[in-house]
């Protein structure tokens, strides 16, 4: 089961998240494909257009979607309680991303990224 939030709203789906690597070259992309299975996947990205690079099951990560119009990623590594856990989330700029950072209870930041990545739901 993938855990989601949705700015603050909890959601359980049973999809799971793939991130892919389509196109070659400058028109090279990475998506984070939310779909019910490999094949359904595959089947999306070979849909596309775009030659596919790599396909990969990222199911640990926790989903955070403030911003479904932006491909402005964040995938941050937090340490909560002793427990570290990872996070992708679209946030519209850093100050965004800081506000959610902000909810949780006591973070410790372990790493942050930033990369323009599409999220899609197959």
Not at 14 to 21: L, R
Not at 43 to 58: H, N, P, R, T, V
Not at 87 to 93: F, G, I, Q
Not at 97 to 115: K, V
């Amino acid at each position: 089961m993938t855990t989601f939030f949705v700015w603050e709203i909890f959601i359980n789906k049973n999809n799971m998240n793939f991130q892919a690597i389509l196109g070659t070259g400058l028109t090279q992309e990475q998506r984070i494909i939310n779909a019910p299975s490999w094949s359904t996947c595959l089947a999306y990205c070979e849909g596309a257009g775009k030659d596919i690079q790599s396909i990969q099951l990222i199911p640990t990560s926790i989903i955070v979607l403030h911003d479904l119009n932006t491909t402005n990623c964040y995938t941050t590594v937090i340490k909560i309680n002793e427990v570290i856990t990872q996070y992708v989330v679209w946030a519209n700029n850093f100050e965004s991303f800081t506000t959610w950072l902000n909810t949780l209870s006591n973070p410790i930041i372990q790493s942050i990224t930033n990369q323009n990545k599409l999220y899609v739901t197959v």
